[in-house]
């Protein structure tokens, strides 16, 4: 039995898989260990600022690069890597430099949020959003040199600084800043050690050729061109709008409530899949290229999600409520109500998040926005519909999440239809 384990972990897509899963265990615990401090240092309202912080600064990080970082792992020729690579730096500081206008259109996201207690962080939104494009590019760069030891380190510091910052903030300053200070200093560490580690490779990378930039960035145009797109309706819908309607029909409490239990049921989704989309992409990629199937890569990505997902899904169906009461606190009791509701749609995710990278391996990125263009809007407008029958908050979640489980399950059958056909 042993030399059997031995001889699986010694493939090489197992073994990068438990270098990378290891760091975000790690990276994943350590919020976990320290969640019945920051959610008593902090209050539901708290925790509603900071989402919306974060989700108004994701929605332009999600395009800040043009999506051209996700291809940095694609080409053969380094070359090309490189192109993709300062490419994508350039177009992260033209649009870092531009997000500095919303600070001027505060007022009226106050009005959009029917609050205003996220105005006065907007000027740290370009921050947060060259933190976050910023890593992606470094990441991507790094695991095309398979340097998965490194982004296990970074995922790691960022947790334990950002989650102490949180306690640490939480006892000096009250109220939603440490949370923003908190998460900024956790992500600026993280893009440092990325930073570090890229400096080793700093000699071919300053081999700037703007031919080779231009002739990469046409024949990936797809990125920023339909990829792009698609990412930003997927964050659009899936987070931006999501809060947005949360946050003005149903308030920022709930909107708290909601946050903090989908923060704690998505982050073992992130941990498994984090670490094996990044392989999966990868693997699947060179068999493609090698002109090989990839279907048992995803046989393998789907039974190692499978071996998280059962159990997690039990585990919160069955006790929900009673595990957010014990370990955060009775003012978390309907976060843990809300959790139980979302694990059928989670569940799904689990499954077909970390496979998503499947449509760009195969071009068919147009095919996979149009498919997240109408799977989001059924769903969020079963959310706007609920809202204006005025259901309660519970009863249009349950309707919301039975329509992303169906729409999860359905970018699973035609992820293995494109790696069986092709």
Same mark, same amino acid.
């Not at 020729?77 to 490419?87: D, H, I, R, S, T």
């Not at 031919?211 to 145009?221: L, Q, V």
């Given at each position: 039995m042993i030399k059997r384990i031995k001889n699986i972990f010694s493939k090489p897509f197992y073994r990068n898989f438990m270098v990378l899963f290891s760091g975000n265990a790690v990276s994943q615990l350590i919020p976990f260990v320290l969640a019945p401090f920051v959610a008593r240092l902090y209050s539901p309202e708290d925790f509603a600022v900071?989402?919306?912080?974060?989700?108004?600064?994701?929605?332009?990080?999600?395009?800040?690069?043009?999506?051209?970082?996700?291809?940095?792992?694609?080409?053969?020729?380094?070359?090309?890597?490189?192109?993709?690579?300062?490419?994508?730096? *350039?177009?992260?500081i033209a649009v870092t430099l531009l997000s500095f206008v919303?600070?001027?259109?505060?007022?009226?996201?106050?009005?959009?949020? @029917?609050?205003?207690?996220?105005?006065?962080? *907007? $000027?740290?939104?370009?921050?947060?959003?060259?933190?976050?494009?910023?890593?992606?590019?470094?990441?991507n760069w790094l695991v095309r040199q398979k340097e998965f030891k490194n982004i296990s380190l970074s995922k790691i510091s960022q947790s334990l600084f950002g989650n102490i910052a949180y306690v640490v903030f939480g006892y000096l300053i009250a109220g939603v800043v440490g949370?923003?200070?908190?998460?900024?200093?956790?992500?600026? $560490?993280?893009?440092?050690?990325l930073l570090y580690k890229t400096y080793n490779y700093r000699q071919g990378l300053m081999k700037f050729n703007a031919?080779?930039? @231009?002739?990469?960035?046409?024949?990936? @145009?797809n990125f920023p061109m339909i990829n792009s797109l698609h990412a930003f309706t997927d964050f659009f819908a899936g987070q931006f709008l999501l809060i947005g309607i949360i946050t003005r029909e149903y308030g920022m409490i709930t909107l708290g409530l909601f946050s903090l239990s989908y923060r704690y049921l998505i982050a073992p989704i992130q941990l498994v899949a984090g670490a094996v989309s990044q392989v999966y992409y990868r693997d699947a990629t060179e068999r493609i290229n090698n002109e090989q199937k990839a279907i048992p890569v995803f046989q393998q990505t789907i039974k190692i999600c499978l071996l998280f997902a059962v159990p997690m899904t039990l585990i919160i169906t069955l006790w929900g409520e009673q595990l957010f009461t014990l370990y955060l606190g009775p003012q978390w009791t309907?976060?843990?109500?809300?959790?139980?509701?979302?694990?059928?749609?989670?569940?799904?995710?689990?499954?077909?998040?970390?496979?998503?990278?499947?449509?760009?391996?195969?071009?068919?990125q147009r095919n996979a926005f149009l498919i997240t263009l109408v799977g989001y809007t059924v769903c969020l407008g079963s959310l706007i519909v609920s809202s204006w029958i005025s259901l309660s908050f519970e009863y249009a979640l349950g309707i919301y999440t039975c329509l992303m489980a169906a729409y999860y399950l359905f970018l699973l059958f035609w992820y293995r239809h494109l790696l069986i056909k092709n």
């Open positions: 900071q989402t919306n912080f974060l989700v108004l600064a994701g929605l332009f990080a999600v395009i800040a690069t043009g999506r051209y970082e996700l291809a940095i792992i694609l080409p053969k020729e380094e070359k090309k890597g490189v192109a993709l690579f300062n490419l994508s730096v *350039i177009i992260m919303l600070y001027f259109f505060k007022e009226q996201i106050s009005v959009l949020y @029917k609050t205003d207690k996220l105005s006065g962080y *907007i $000027i740290y939104v370009p921050i947060a959003i060259a933190g976050l494009a910023g890593y992606n590019i470094l990441y949370l923003i200070i908190g998460w900024m200093i956790g992500q600026l $560490i993280s893009l440092f050690i031919a080779e930039m @231009k002739s990469t960035a046409r024949e990936y @145009k309907e976060a843990g109500k809300y959790a139980r509701i979302l694990m059928p749609a989670l569940f799904f995710n689990f499954l077909a998040s970390p496979l998503s990278a499947t449509p760009l391996i195969f071009k068919k």
